[in-house]
C-alpha cells in the first residue's frame, strides 16, 4: 500500500501484476525468493519496454530488483526517472521533524510497532499473553504519535507527506484488529488523522481492485501509476 501510495504520488508507471500469496507465480520468487510483495522489478535498459523477465533459457535478464516496501517508496522520490520531481520533493519536507528523527520514526514503525502490531493481529498465535498485554505494548508509540499530531493535522506538518505514507498501513491494520476498541483509546488527533488518510485521494487511488494475474495470461497488461 504504502510503496503504491509513492509511486502514484510522485508520478510514475509501472505493469502492475496484482498476485495470490496462496498460489505465488514462478516468476515472482524468480525475482524474489522472499515471496512477499511489493516486488518492484525494473528492467537494465530503461527503454526496454520487453515484459519478459526471462531469456529463452529461463534464465533472469538483467534486472534490479526492489522487494522492500520502504526502499520502493524511496525509489520512487528520488531516482524513479518519470517522477514529478515538484511532488517528489515536496514529499520529503517536514515540518514537525528532521530527516534524522523521520528516520528513526519509521525504523521503529518497521520493527518494534510491527512486531507488538503482529501479536495483537495475531495474539492466538502468541498465547503467552492476552491480547490486552499486545495493545498495552504498543500504546507508547501511539502516544508519541498523538504528541505530535496535537501539534499539526499531519505527522509531516500541514500536509499528507512521505512519513504519513509510511506509517499509516500499519496504524490501519491496528485499528482494524478491533475497531471498536481503538475508537475508545484516548487517541483523538491520531484517529483524525487515521480517518483523513483513508479518506484521501492519494489512498482511494491505489486501492482499486486489480483481477489476478495469470502467468500464461495474453490480456492487456495493467498499467498502474499517473
Same mark, same amino acid.
Given at each position: +500500500? #504504502?510503496?503504491?501510495?509513492?509511486? %502514484?504520488?510522485?508520478?510514475?508507471?509501472?505493469?502492475?501484476?496484482?498476485?495470490?500469496?496462496?498460489?505465488?507465480?514462478?516468476? +515472482?520468487?524468480?525475482?524474489?525468493?522472499?515471496? &512477499?510483495?511489493?516486488?518492484?522489478?525494473?528492467?537494465?535498459?530503461?527503454?526496454?519496454?520487453?515484459?519478459?523477465? &526471462?531469456?529463452?533459457?529461463?534464465?533472469?535478464?538483467?534486472?534490479?530488483?526492489?522487494?522492500?516496501?520502504?526502499?520502493? +517508496?524511496?525509489?520512487? %522520490?528520488?531516482?524513479?526517472?518519470?517522477?514529478?520531481?515538484?511532488?517528489? /520533493?515536496?514529499?520529503?519536507?517536514?515540518?514537525? %521533524?528532521?530527516?534524522?528523527?523521520?528516520?528513526?520514526?519509521?525504523?521503529?514503525?518497521?520493527?518494534?510497532?510491527?512486531? /507488538?502490531?503482529?501479536?495483537?493481529?495475531?495474539? =492466538?498465535?502468541?498465547? =503467552?499473553?492476552? /491480547?490486552?498485554?499486545?495493545?498495552?505494548?504498543?500504546?507508547?508509540?501511539?502516544? #508519541?504519535?498523538?504528541?505530535?499530531?496535537?501539534?499539526?493535522?499531519?505527522?509531516?506538518?500541514?500536509?499528507? #507527506?512521505?512519513?504519513?505514507?509510511?506509517?499509516?498501513?500499519?496504524? #490501519?491494520?491496528?485499528? %482494524?484488529?478491533?475497531?471498536? &476498541?481503538? &475508537?475508545?483509546?484516548?487517541?483523538?488527533?491520531?484517529?483524525?488523522?487515521?480517518?483523513?488518510?483513508?479518506?484521501?485521494?492519494?489512498?482511494?487511488?491505489?486501492?482499486?481492485?486489480?483481477?489476478?494475474? /495469470?502467468?500464461?495470461?495474453?490480456?492487456?497488461?495493467?498499467?498502474?501509476?499517473?
Amino acid at each position: +500500500m #504504502r510503496a503504491r501510495m509513492a509511486l %502514484m504520488h510522485c508520478g510514475a508507471q509501472c505493469i502492475l501484476r496484482e498476485v495470490s500469496l496462496k498460489a505465488k507465480p514462478a516468476q +515472482m520468487l524468480k525475482v524474489s525468493n522472499k515471496g &512477499t510483495v511489493p516486488v518492484l522489478v525494473l528492467l537494465a535498459d530503461e527503454n526496454d519496454s520487453s515484459e519478459d523477465l &526471462t531469456d529463452n533459457d529461463g534464465n533472469l535478464n538483467n534486472l534490479r530488483v526492489i522487494d522492500e516496501s520502504l526502499d520502493i +517508496m524511496q525509489w520512487a %522520490m528520488n531516482e524513479n526517472p518519470l517522477r514529478n520531481m515538484q511532488n517528489a /520533493q515536496a514529499w520529503k519536507i517536514s515540518e514537525t %521533524m528532521s530527516e534524522k528523527e523521520i528516520d528513526a520514526l519509521i525504523q521503529e514503525t518497521d520493527s518494534e510497532f510491527k512486531d /507488538q502490531l503482529d501479536k495483537y493481529k495475531y495474539s =492466538d498465535r502468541h498465547p =503467552d499473553h492476552p /491480547q490486552h498485554h499486545y495493545l498495552e505494548q504498543a500504546m507508547p508509540f501511539l502516544e #508519541r504519535l498523538e504528541n505530535i499530531l496535537a501539534k499539526s493535522p499531519y505527522i509531516g506538518g500541514s500536509q499528507f #507527506r512521505f512519513v504519513d505514507a509510511a506509517i499509516l498501513p500499519f496504524i #490501519r491494520q491496528f485499528s %482494524m484488529v478491533d475497531q471498536n &476498541t481503538f &475508537t475508545g483509546l484516548a487517541l483523538p488527533n491520531l484517529q483524525e488523522w487515521l480517518a483523513m488518510g483513508l479518506k484521501s485521494d492519494l489512498f482511494a487511488s491505489v486501492m482499486e481492485k486489480y483481477p489476478i494475474w /495469470q502467468e500464461d495470461s495474453v490480456e492487456t497488461p495493467v498499467v498502474f501509476g499517473d
